[in-house]
Nanobody
Framework: QVQLVESGGGLVQAGGSLRLSCAASGITFSLYTMTWYHQAPGKQRELVASIGSDGSTNYADSVKGRFTIDRDNAKNTVYLQMNSLEPEDTSVYYC????????????WGQGTQVTVSS
C-alpha cells in the first residue's frame, strides 16, 4: 500500500519560514519524481516545485529564490523549505509521487495546510 504523509504545515507570520516533509512508503522512492503542489480555496491545484529521480529541480516562478526542494532517498522523504513566506502562499500543500518511467504510477498525499498571516 502506497502512502505519502505530509507534515510541517502550520501558521506563520509573513516573512517567516516553514519546512514541509513528505514521507513515502510502499514505493521505490528513488525511481519517482517528487512534486509539491498547492491549492488555494476556489483555485486549481498548481505546481510549486519538483525534484526528479536524478536530483534535477523545477520551481514555479512565484517561489523561485524563496523555496527549496530536496530529497533524502535513504529516508524516502522529500522536503520543501519555504522562506520569506507571503500571505499569497497560504494554501493546502500536497505531495505527489510520479514514477519517472511509468507515468501511470502516480500517488498523492492528503495535504497539509500552510497559513501565512500578514
Amino acid at each position: 500500500q502506497v502512502q505519502l504523509v505530509e507534515s510541517g504545515g502550520g501558521l506563520v507570520q509573513a516573512g517567516g519560514s516553514l519546512r514541509l516533509s513528505c514521507a513515502a512508503s510502499g514505493i521505490t522512492f528513488s525511481l519517482y519524481t517528487m512534486t509539491w503542489y498547492h491549492q488555494a480555496p476556489g483555485k486549481q491545484r498548481e505546481l510549486v516545485a519538483s525534484i526528479g529521480s536524478d536530483g534535477s529541480t523545477n520551481y514555479a516562478d512565484s517561489v523561485k529564490g524563496r523555496f527549496t526542494i530536496d530529497r533524502d532517498n535513504a529516508k524516502n522523504t522529500v522536503y520543501l523549505q519555504m522562506n520569506s513566506l507571503e500571505p499569497e502562499d497560504t494554501s493546502v500543500y500536497y505531495c505527489n509521487a510520479n514514477h519517472s518511467w511509468h507515468p501511470s504510477l502516480r500517488y498523492w498525499g492528503q495535504g497539509t495546510q500552510v497559513t501565512v498571516s500578514s
